[in-house]
């Protein structure tokens, strides 16, 4: 069982910037891939950003450009940095690790509202 702790979050006004973190239990190397993934309040969680273990990235859209995926896997930790944040961005941002073959693990989410 590996578990995923997300902090980071918050409030901050339009414009500004957020640094998530996701730290695990396991080592994240080993994992397929880790992703971000975001629900706001009445939606579908969407996937944000992922990063493969090969290092391969892909971001959403809505997103590209903003927001910055990376990870440290001495720390066991992956990263979404998130810049010119925008009213809509706001959502609990959730970590997710596709670990191995039929196993994932979510974290518990973290708030991010943006507002002035």
């Known amino acids: 069982q590996v578990q995923l702790v997300e902090s980071g979050g918050g409030l901050v006004q339009p414009g500004g910037s957020l640094r998530l973190a996701c730290a695990a239990s396991?080592?994240?190397?080993?994992?397929?891939?880790m992703a971000w993934y975001r629900q706001a309040l009445g939606k579908e969680r969407e996937l944000v950003a992922r990063?493969?273990?090969?290092?391969?990235?892909m971001y959403a859209d809505a997103v590209k450009g903003r927001f910055t995926i990376s990870r440290d896997n001495a720390k066991n930790t992956v990263y979404l940095q998130m810049n010119s944040l925008k009213p809509w961005d706001t959502a609990v941002y959730y970590c997710?690790?596709?670990?191995?073959?039929?196993?994932?693990?979510w974290g518990q989410g973290t708030q991010v509202t943006v507002s002035s």
């Open positions: 997710y690790a596709d670990w191995s073959y039929e196993i994932d693990y």
């Open positions: 396991g080592n994240i190397f080993s994992a397929n891939a």
């Open positions: 990063i493969s273990r090969g290092g391969s990235i």
